[in-house]
């Protein structure tokens, strides 16, 4: 069985699945989650907390990122932008197709035929 959870308001014992206070309506939940996260931040200790955000940046810093600034909790990282060869070529290429399709389009004639009914009633196309 969970253990009952007292309003810090009224003092009233609520039931632990209530999100608010069933006396006076004070909001449970959010007041559990700040304090499970205020004691959580006190048992880390500085050591810990750098150690965690080295695996961390570790990641990071195989993806292609540098380290710009850091303290124990903290880092800000940065990633240069590159310039892409492939992408630049296949662009490239698409462009020259679609140059290549309009210059056999502007090359390309109308096409004319003539069409002439024979005395035996057959169809000559010339
Ligand atoms: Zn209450």
Redesign the pocket.
Known sequence: MAERVY??????S?SPHRVT??????NLKDLLIQSTAVTHELELSAQEASAILDREVAKYVERGFRVISRTDATAQLVKPKSFSMLWFFILMFTLIGWGFYVVYYLAKKDETIYLQVLPNRKIRRI
């Open positions: 309003c810090p308001n009224c003092g009233h609520n206070c069933k006396e006076c309506g004070q």
